[in-house]
């Protein structure tokens, strides 16, 4: 093999290894943004990364070890709808909050399976799910009925 025809499939390669990163690799959301959780034991702050675009949502919190105490991710829907999540190539536990068009806490998952593909639907219509790591609904009194903030001004 020639040390031209060695250089070229080391380019091709490396563009290979390059796309499929791109497909693996979490999708990066914007800057995080606050939001508030008004629990009957106070108001809770959180920085979360909105997920808005299809991509952003089908990848979600896929491939993270760990999360913040106090960080999440926020899926928005343009119009209320049922939703279905997943945990797929989910590492950690997560708390699902599916909220309603007032960003009311109507259900709740809590402590949800790492890597499971098993379907968690929100059971009703829905404007937006908030992700949480496992545990902090407990840990904070976050219950059906909770109330979101967001944006906060």
């Given at each position: ?107 709740l998952a809590r402590n949800t399976t790492p890597r499971s593909l098993t ?19 407990a840990e904070l009194g976050i219950r059906e009925g909770s109330r979101i ?5």
């Amino acid at each position: 093999m020639s040390g031209y025809t060695r250089i070229r499939q080391f380019a091709v390669n490396g563009w290979a290894v390059l796309a499929m990163l791109c497909l693996v690799l979490p999708a990066t959301a914007a800057e995080p943004e606050r939001l508030l959780i008004t629990t009957d034991s106070g108001t809770h702050e959180f920085l979360v990364e909105v997920a808005r675009t299809d991509r952003e949502k089908e990848v979600g919190l896929m491939y993270r070890e760990d999360l913040a105490p106090d960080a999440g991710m926020l899926f928005l829907y343009a119009t209320p709808q049922h939703v279905s999540m997943w945990m797929k190539n989910t590492l950690i536990p997560l708390d699902m909050l599916f909220l309603d068009q007032d960003l009311k806490v109507v259900r709740l998952a809590r402590n949800t399976t790492p890597r499971s593909l098993t379907s968690i639907p929100s059971g009703q219509v829905v404007r937006a799910v908030l992700e949480l790591r496992g545990g902090r609904a407990a840990e904070l009194g976050i219950r059906e009925g909770s109330r979101i903030t967001y944006p906060v001004k």
